[in-house]
């Protein structure tokens, strides 16, 4: 991996996250991540299919969006997240709101030594592995807890346009023209700051190319069943105009894996 001066370690994902908290639910419960309420959101429930009754773990939980979309459908859901702030969010959703969803702080990589083997029916995850500094042991530890034949979804940003150089090429009244990304092929941590929230935060993620994402999941143990490149509908677009651009380019990857 290529030298960085971001730090992306367990302790500084949770730090980060623990600061981003507060805007981050605030813009979730206010409307304003139209991205995932009104593209992916529903685009990955749609992915999990029929989940009523069905033990679930949603890992990298958050403030619980996904979470609480797959209980209201029938799933008894358990969300784990490293951010205890966020977890104080997702319990603070939950009493509000019941649907039975029961919340821990954990790192993922460490699910299986809190979890029994084979102990859930299904996981799913929403934007969350590649915010993981080791995505390859969290992948390891959801197959050791998922019963066999149990199914993964995850969703994750798209390293062909997620690249540690992005930037839209703009014409003179600032409309996107293109979308400009480099280095894709480096393996390193990359900073994000998030600007049109209650206040400012920055968090990191790992970008490595696409390889690097089905090896740790063939080495984990896992089938794929099937790879999804979602993008808005036009009625997502006619409700949210800042959807376009995502019409033009993909920015996630959803993964419908099988434990073997």
Do not use: N
């Given at each position: 991996m290529p030298e960085s001066t971001v730090r992306f370690d367990p302790e500084s994902v949770r730090d980060a996250w623990d600061r981003a908290a507060d805007a981050f639910v605030e813009g979730q419960t206010s409307g304003r991540d139209w991205y995932r309420l009104d593209f992916l959101g529903p685009a990955q429930v749609a992915a999990c299919g029929e989940v009523r009754g069905a033990r679930l773990l949603d890992v990298g939980c958050g403030g619980g969006y996904l979470a609480r979309e797959l209980a209201?459908?029938?799933?008894?859901?358990?969300?784990?997240?490293?951010?205890?702030?966020?977890?104080?969010?997702?319990?603070?959703?939950?009493?509000?709101?019941?649907?039975?969803?029961?919340?821990?702080?954990?790192?993922?990589?460490?699910?299986?030594?809190?979890?029994p083997a084979a102990s859930f029916d299904m996981a799913a995850s929403c934007l969350a592995l590649q915010d993981m500094p080791d995505p390859a042991a969290a992948l390891r530890a959801v197959h050791t807890v998922l019963r066999p034949g149990g199914r993964f979804v995850a969703s994750i940003t798209h390293p062909c346009t997620d690249?540690?150089?992005?930037?839209?090429?703009?014409?003179?009244?600032?409309?996107?023209?293109?979308?400009?990304?480099?280095?894709?092929?480096?393996?390193?941590?990359?900073?994000?700051?998030?600007?049109?929230?209650?206040?400012?935060?920055?968090?990191?993620?790992?970008?490595?190319p696409l390889e690097d994402w089905f090896g740790w999941i063939f080495t984990a143990g896992f089938q794929l069943r099937a790879f999804h490149e979602p993008r808005p509908t036009d009625e997502a677009v006619h409700r949210r105009p800042e959807l376009e651009d995502a019409t033009r380019m993909p920015y996630f990857i959803i993964l419908e894996l099988v434990r073997g």
């Open positions: 209201a459908r029938g799933a008894r859901v358990t969300g784990i997240d490293i951010s205890p702030r966020m977890i104080e969010h997702a319990r603070r959703l939950e009493d509000e709101a019941p649907l039975g969803v029961d919340y821990h702080v954990m790192d993922a990589a460490e699910t299986a030594a809190h979890f690249t540690p150089f992005r930037a839209w090429e703009r014409d003179a009244a600032g409309q996107k023209r293109w979308l400009c990304v480099d280095r894709y092929f480096e393996r390193v941590p990359i900073e994000f700051e998030w600007q049109r929230w209650a206040y400012r935060f920055t968090t990191a993620e790992l970008h490595v």
